[in-house]
């Protein structure tokens, strides 16, 4: 299958903002639930956001500060990341299914 891929991440300072968006093979991904993950240094993966046709998700630790919208005519699921804190460094990955990009890394400095 086509890999997503994720793009956007760098290097900000906290209280800053990035948005990272993730490309899915075609237009099909319009309607596919599509969720955002990330694995901070030294710890296990965990779930930050998440789209499907009619609702939105957020891990609580992300609530307000963090969200996830559709651009359909780029087929991209994107994540707006306001306000971030040094403990939102991470490598972030999008899914789809059983389908994941590589990740795009995020690192926020105090």
């Known amino acids: 299958q086509v890999p997503l891929v994720e793009s956007g991440g760098g290097w900000v300072r906290a209280g800053e903002s990035l948005v990272l968006s993730c490309e899915g093979p075609g237009r099909t991904f319009r309607w596919n639930t599509v969720g955002w993950f990330r694995q901070p240094p030294g710890k296990e993966r965990e779930f930050v956001a998440s789209?499907?046709?009619?609702?939105?998700n957020y891990a609580d630790s992300v609530k307000g500060r963090f969200t996830i919208f559709r651009e359909n005519a780029k087929n991209t699921v994107s994540l707006q990341m306001n306000s971030l804190k040094p403990e939102d460094t991470a490598v972030y990955y999008c899914n789809a299914g059983d389908n994941w990009g590589k990740g795009t890394l995020v690192t926020v400095s105090s």
């Open positions: 789209i499907d046709w009619n609702s939105v």
